[in-house]
């Protein structure tokens, strides 16, 4: 069975779980979180949405 998962919703378990048991604070990761969207308005987005796709295929194993 193959089962989907966006990677959004795992960086956010992710983020949930450094909050809940790391005792990172909140503000920090919003403050990640806003960097990642500005960041997503360089030039440096096209370089890094290719990267984070060949990363996920690479791990999936479905180098396309």
Do not use: K, Y
Request: no cysteine; proline share 3%; net charge positive.
């Amino acid at each position: 069975m193959t089962v989907s998962l966006p990677l959004v919703v795992g960086l956010g378990f992710f983020a949930w779980g450094a909050v809940r048991f790391l005792g990172v604070r909140v503000w920090i990761v919003a403050l990640i979180a806003l960097f990642g969207f500005w960041l997503s308005r360089t030039f440096l987005a096209p370089a890094i949405e290719s990267g984070t796709r060949s990363g996920v295929s690479d791990i999936n194993g479905s180098r396309a």
